[in-house]
């Protein structure tokens, strides 16, 4: 079983500031899995936590690797090892990629972490920006989650708001 937990935090421009950044720093980057947990060779645990619901997260379990797509991930089971590629997206910024990106390959039992954040925009009609912080782990088995550990990590966090780079 290949277990998905994608976390994603979402605000607006007004939200920018630092008061509404405490809020978010304090936001959980893994919650418990759903239990039980579908019989299914790919599950995925997709959780929003938006700045319009005050934060309060909204999970959805999928399956498959339908589901795994819809997280903007390809899964491929190579030899004994499972190779995660990030697929490209429709983020502003920072420029998306135009093919997949490979993040890591997970032995069984492993986990890899996935961190990354991006800035939207609506159509043209009406532009609207808005701000997304990801935490994705992917795990090899259900219990792959109860380790307080990864054992790959791929930190793609950039500085949204223009200055100086994250260190």
């Given amino acids: 079983m290949i277990v998905v937990q994608r976390v994603r ?7 920018r500031g630092a ?3 405490n809020a ?35 999970a959805r ?15 491929a089971l190579v030899d004994d090892q499972l190779v995660v590629h990030r697929l490209p997206g429709w ?20 986990i890899g972490r996935y961190r990354a954040n991006f ?6 009609c009406a532009a609207r920006w808005w701000y997304e912080q990801w935490t994705v782990h992917v795990a090899r088995g259900p219990d792959g989650f109860a380790a307080p550990a990864v054992d790959h990590d791929v930190d793609d966090r950039v500085h949204l708001y223009g200055g100086r780079g994250r260190p």
Avoid: N
Wanted: with cysteine; aromatic share 6%; charged share 25%.
């Fill in 61 to 75: 379990t999928l399956v498959g690797a339908k589901a795994a797509e819809q997280a903007s991930l390809r899964l």
């Fill in 9 to 15: 935090v979402r605000w607006d421009s007004d939200s």
């Fill in 24 to 58: 978010r720093r304090g936001l959980p980057e893994r919650h418990p899995l759903p239990s039980p947990l579908p019989d299914a060779d790919i599950v995925v645990h997709d959780i929003l936590a938006d700045v319009g619901t005050g934060y309060r997260p909204d």
């Fill in 91 to 110: 983020a502003s910024y920072p420029a998306r990629p135009r093919h997949p990106r490979r993040l890591f390959a997970l032995l069984p039992g492993q």
């Fill in 119 to 124: 800035r939207f925009t609506g159509c043209q």
């Fill in 19 to 21: 008061p509404a950044a």
